[in-house]
């Protein structure tokens, strides 16, 4: 009965803490593709190929479902996924839709016409294949007419982020709202298009204002997850135990999780 959660690195660790909280009797298999991190400056056939073939790893460890809690490969991978590569009797998921139905207030499903929202001016930060990708803008613009979006590519974020160097991600996360700020200077909202960001979230709120409503994925892509079991029980796999596993230095990458989670996370070789 096990779910599979993928990301390029440790930044979907922040999906699967939400969604072990909010289904906390579901098996949870994560693969953290710390080997070929970052994805967000790969081109889209190198970030399909890696997804793909982490995918199908978890696919062989019993998921049934693939959470792909990674916006670079939900952004540059994930249709051409659906489109021709999901075996019969698997599904792969993104993360953009349950941030983009918050930000529209939307339902899960509601599939009726694009209506204006309250949210008219809207940055977005994102890895730079996410922003090339353009694939948020194309979502949002099934659900919302009337909302001008300014993507910021924040270069050099994960990176930090996974060396543990948080000074220097803070500094990043500054710079990089200063530079959204000087072409959208005052946003109703902002959407942190990476699940490494959550961890500086806090650091992002600061740069940008009280006023700036900051929405970040974990928990809403948990709840999204929790709803679409109910509706889709089948869906949860065979796999009857958690795991993590890693393209990388396992003890390495153990370190840095743990240190992410601040509890014990052991990483075994994928």
Known sequence: ?????????????????????????VPLVYYGDSANAPYGVRTPDDIYDLTTRATQRLFDAGCDLVILACNTASAAALRRMQEGWVPEGKRVLGVFVPLIEALTERQWGDNSPPREVNAKHVALFATPATVSSRAFQRELAFRAIGVDVEAQACGGVVDAIEDGDMILAEALVRSHVDALKRKMPDPDAAVLGCTHYPLMEKEFQAALGPDVKVFSQANLVAESLA??????????????????LTSGD???????????????????AA
């Open 1 to 25: 009965m096990a779910v599979g959660i993928f990301d390029s690195g440790l930044g979907g660790l922040t999906v699967l803490d939400a969604v072990a909280t909010r289904l906390p009797d």
């Open 250 to 268: 396992p003890g390495r990458v153990s370190s840095r999780a743990t240190q992410f989670l601040r509890r014990q996370i052991t990483f075994d």
């Open 227 to 244: 709803d679409y079991l109910i509706r889709r029980p089948e869906m949860i796999g065979p796999g009857t135990e958690s795991a993590f």
